[in-house]
């Protein structure tokens, strides 16, 4: 799925799954890398995105970024 605000963002929703792999967007033990998002634009799109795939209550996430 496209992310909406971002370019060249994308994550994968597997319904059947309950699972979200979510690209670059996601990170899990690493500090997040914002130097690709440098507006207060960018960062709320970001979020915003964040709280769509939190919306759909995944029992799966898989970070795109050290997994």
Not at 30 to 36: E, G, I, M, P, R
Not at 39 to 55: G, H, M, P, Q, S
Request: glycine share 8%; no cysteine; proline share 6%.
């Amino acid at each position: 799925m496209a992310a909406e605000g971002l370019t060249n963002r994308r994550y994968l929703w597997v319904p059947s799954l309950k699972a979200v792999f979510g690209g670059v967007m996601i990170f899990s033990g690493v500090h997040v890398w914002v130097a690709d998002t440098p507006t207060k634009e960018a960062r709320t799109a970001w979020i915003a995105n964040l709280d769509k795939i939190a919306a759909r209550k995944p029992t799966i996430v898989v970070p795109g970024h050290l997994i």
